[in-house]
């Protein structure tokens, strides 16, 4: 099981010290902590791994805004997340954009979250499968990458998928690509446990319940049992 926790844009360097202070990841489960890149150096070395919010295919260049993964590396972040939901949304991220991200941060030896999911119109037309299908086809394979499933609709939304939607989700997924598989979308320590209890669901990546170190750390709790 792995939980990561995407913190987005919130947590600079002081908070993101305050939070990893009294945060005790329990045994038994894979956490990391995906802070904004200006917390990165602050979060490093402080007991869980680091993970980044987005890497450039780039190892450098005139890529305003961006950061390679060798930079990343330099920080000693140990992977990152790639095309999220958000970042599809807002900041124009492709299949294509995704899969050469992945391609370098696995090349550059970092570890990969990559993110699907289907948006609520997709599904009510009946789209989620061919969604996730040409999605999941851009990635690629590799024995760092795992794949995250979150479904729009139930990102920071309180709507979270029934586990049998993420179940059906999941299995999906994993008939396309052998990897473990993370449910996204609304997780909260009142619904974590039942989630990662079904059969095809190997983790959770967390937004707004990993903003605090407790239900964090109840969710990370949920994964152990
Ligand atoms: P949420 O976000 O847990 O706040 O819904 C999940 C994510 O976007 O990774």
Not at 27 to 40: I, M, Q, R, T
Not at 78 to 85: C, M, W
Not at 111 to 128: F, S, Y
Request: proline share 5%; charged share 20%; net charge negative.
């Amino acid at each position: 099981m792995l939980v990561a926790g995407n913190w987005k844009m919130f947590k600079g360097p002081r908070e993101t010290v305050e939070f990893l202070d009294s945060f005790e990841p329990p045994a038994g489960v894979d956490v990391v902590v995906c802070p904004p890149f200006v917390s990165l150096p602050a979060a490093v070395g402080r007991g869980v791994p680091v993970y980044a919010q987005s890497v450039h295919w780039a190892a450098e260049g005139a890529f305003t805004g961006e950061v390679s993964a060798g930079m990343l590396r330099e920080l000693g972040v140990e992977g990152a997340l790639v095309g999220h939901s958000e970042r599809r949304q807002h900041f124009g991220e492709t299949d294509e954009s995704v899969r050469r991200r992945c391609e370098a941060a696995l090349e550059a030896g970092l570890a990969v979250i990559a993110c699907v999911g289907e948006t609520e119109a997709q599904r009510e037309a009946g789209e989620t499968e061919a969604v996730l299908e040409r999605q999941v086809a851009a990635i690629p394979f590799h024995d760092r990458l795992v794949i995250a499933y979150e479904p729009v609709w139930a990102i920071g939304t309180g709507k979270t998928a029934t586990p049998e939607i993420a179940q059906e989700a999941h299995a999906l997924i994993k008939a396309l690509h052998d990897t473990q598989v993370l449910y996204g979308g609304s997780v909260k320590p009142e619904n974590a446990a039942e989630l990662m209890a079904q059969p095809a669901v190997d983790g959770a990546l967390v937004g707004g319940a990993s903003l605090e170190a407790e239900s964090f750390a109840a969710i990370c709790r949920a994964a152990v049992t």
